[in-house]
């Protein structure tokens, strides 16, 4: 874990500033990275990549970390390790411009700054984009449309949302405490949140990034996950690759993770969980917290082509 | 069913039964007494028989038609039946298209509706219209929703689509179009640069107002706006709530104050600066949504649709999944349901007779969006 931390450090060492730039146009003035990790590290540390339609995301390779907390409450509960595949998942929560190029009619609260992540989405239409952000790159599309939960085809190349497990690895960096940049004072460099955000979603991008270079996890907007909620879930999840436990069938709630602009620090950590109601059957869902971003499944050999000026090594 | 007082024993009857009085003048008496408590007691009975006949009966005399959505056999389509609920006919004939959303002309003569063609993102809805036989059927847009009559007739509103991939949600529009019935010619509303995310709209019998719902759009989070139609004057008319409807008179609008919840009250649209007074109709269903409250062409009744929450079924071809009372979802097990304006200032129907409510449909095949009319003779 150790030696997989450090990795981390050094790959994401360009990137870390990224983040904690003001003004809309902080993602396209980002500064190629110059630390990230040679040909041999791919397997080893998170590695920043552009895909084909210029969104901007951070490899992360597969390993083991521990999940959920016995010292939070009782849903983080059992800690308990996890095994996970390589991923990548979006450096930046779907903002208002990515949405919109999804032709998406977009339902969020704050519009006016295109660079804003999207929020009062509901989990379909989230799924949704990560349909249509597929087939823009030519991928397969993960969700089946025709299905009454738009099931998961975990095989698939294209976009979909991650599952908590893979969303609390992204976020915990190889560490193990409730954040990965260390004591709870340091938050409000990472997340916007209760405290600062002025009750507002705010750029994506503006605050820190975490250790693998991967910006407001802890804040701006919490983010849907793909698997159903279980306060108990822990008790039984599997080892490797955990998707949630299957649908009740009523009164389904998802996770989301991370916290918002209206979160106390305590919501922000890691750990923390949450299930929501979907908004399906709500023609004007109106959580205004809750926006999401995307992973998907890269190979190796996928990755060299994608590794653009900020994965050059 | 409640008992009327028109079927309660004659008062005369009651009177003969009494012990004879003695003597003439106390006979006159009594034959005056009599006749008064005859014509207080019709009188009585009149008014009762009013408050307590039953809706049906109510409507049957009036000789009102609705038109409305249904799923039946694979397939959405318009269909038309009495305001008793008796005669459902079916309109559209066209195998491969979804129709739904019907919109009556003002004189009856004619319905515009959405036809969706294609499956998923790749629906392309378009606005329609057709004689109120069903034939004649035109096109009227393409990536368009959400069709509306002027006052007159001479005007078909609709809202053209934000993007030209489909999304169910009604409130995926941008701008608002004008189609010219005489000439066949779309022009924009002055102002439909500036309107976004409109749904729903109904324009008032004075001409001037358009009413709709927006959501996340024209800097509002969520509001029932009246819009200017020839002009750039937007109203927010800060009622809680979406799909709000004007009355023939325009002197009320209609409304779903939330998902469980239908609402009407006065509304002053020769004012500066309009807006809703006091609530003159509040309708509840715990159990079920209500949505898509409709006027009658007297204004004395209100329509509305009526079913379980939900989300859609995959297995119906050619619907989508959202929030069962949006047109274009499969709404398993809803109907149309009718009350009378007067008797419904509080009504809660889970707990209506049949004087207070009548549903007009009970099949349960996603039967929404009613419209009524007045048949031309």
Known sequence: ?313 | MRTTLLERPNPCATVSNRPAPRGGLRKLFTCFANLLLIQLGASFAGVSADAQTPVRELLQPLGFKIAYESYVDGKSDIFVMNSDGSNPVKLTQTPAEQEHYPQVSPDGTKISYVSDVGEGRDTVRSVYLMDIDGKNRKKIADHAREPFWSPDGKVLGFLPQEFAKFDVIDFATKGMSFYDMATGQILPQVNSTNLHHLYNPSWSATGKWIVATVHAGMGFDHAILLIEARGTNIVDLKIHGCRPCFSPDAKQVAWGAGDHELAAAPINLEADRPAVGQWSVRIEDETNKIYHIEWSPDGQFLAFSRGPDGKGDPTKPGTHQAAAEVHGVYAKGWNIGVVKTDRAAHLDLNQATEADLFMLTTNGLSNKEPAWFRPRR
């Open chain 1, 1 to 313: 874990m150790t030696i997989l931390r450090l990795l981390a450090l050094a790959a994401v060492a360009g990137v870390l500033t990224a983040c904690d730039k003001s003004g809309s146009n902080a993602q396209n003035e980002r500064k190629p990275a110059d630390a990230a990790p040679d040909a041999k590290g791919i397997d080893a540390g998170p590695v920043p990549i552009t895909t084909k339609s210029g969104v901007e995301m951070v490899y992360l390779p597969g390993g083991e970390f521990t999940m959920g907390t016995d010292r939070g409450d009782a849903d983080e509960a059992p800690a308990h390790k996890v095994r996970l595949s390589a991923f990548a998942m979006d450096m930046f929560e779907v903002t208002h411009e990515k949405f919109a190029k999804a032709q998406l009619p977009n339902p969020s609260h704050w519009q006016d700054n295109p660079q804003e992540p999207v929020e009062r989405v509901r989990w379909r239409d989230a799924k949704r984009y990560c349909n249509e952000r597929s087939l823009i790159e030519g991928l397969k599309p993960c969700y089946d449309e025709k299905t009454a939960d738009w099931d998961c085809d975990y095989s698939a190349n294209g976009y979909r949302l991650p599952t908590e497990a893979e969303w609390e690895y992204a976020c915990r960096a190889g560490t193990e405490g409730p954040y990965d940049f260390g004591r709870a004072d340091k938050l409000r460099q990472y997340a916007w949140m209760a405290d600062n955000s002025d009750q507002k979603t705010h750029p994506a991008g503006q605050k820190k990034p975490n250790g693998f270079g991967i910006c407001d996890l802890y804040g701006n907007v919490s983010e849907w996950c793909e698997d159903v909620y279980s306060p108990t879930y822990y008790k039984e999840s599997p080892p490797v690759d955990p998707h949630g436990p299957p649908n009740p069938g009523k009164d389904v709630k998802r996770v989301i993770r991370g916290g918002s602009w209206k979160s106390s620090p305590e919501r922000c950590q890691a750990t923390a969980r949450l299930g929501e109601r979907t908004g399906d059957t709500d023609a004007c869902f109106s959580t205004d917290f809750c926006g999401f971003r995307c992973v998907r499944r890269v190979t190796p050999a996928e990755l060299q082509p994608l590794r653009g000026p900020s994965g050059k090594t």
